[in-house]
């Protein structure tokens, strides 16, 4: 069976779209799922589910970003198994596994981390305003 969500740091943060939310917290133990989602979508869904908003295509995301990546940082370091996903997986969720790459050292620049996520995740296509928002979090890393 082929899975539609991948590993992005070892076992302990898995990415994704929406619809493999179910079935990545069934088989993967997931001890939160962040949904990256501006909307919030509350049906369907598993109850250890947080909304945690990233607007698509809204100027200026750098806030909604630094506190995702917070967000699953302090899981990580809580030892919890994380998924993110936005609805398809590639623009929201594609930013924020950038930002993780980045800031677990994974990666030494944005574009290296864009390139990683996507090796990983190919269907990952962070826009452009994704772009800059990154480079602004990362100045160093640009």
């Not at 994704?16 to 993967?28: I, K, L, Q, S």
Request: charged content about 30%; hydrophobic content about 35%.
């Amino acid at each position: 069976m082929t899975k539609n969500y991948q590993p992005l740091l070892d076992q302990h943060i898995w990415i994704g779209g929406a619809n493999d939310a179910v079935e990545a917290n069934t088989n993967e133990q997931i001890d939160i799922i962040f949904d990256l989602r501006s909307e919030n979508q509350e049906t369907n869904t598993p109850a250890n589910r947080v909304h945690l908003p990233i607007t698509d295509d809204a100027a200026h995301q750098d806030e909604s970003v630094k506190q995702a990546v917070e967000k699953v940082k302090e899981a990580v370091d809580e030892k919890k198994k994380v998924y993110f996903h936005c609805s398809g997986g590639k623009n929201r969720t594609g930013t924020l596994a950038a930002a993780l790459l980045l800031e677990y050292k994974k990666a030494s620049t944005v574009d290296d981390a864009v390139e990683k996520a996507k090796a990983i995740r190919p269907a990952i296509s962070p826009k452009p305003e994704m772009i800059d928002v990154l480079r602004r979090l990362y100045p160093t890393n640009a």
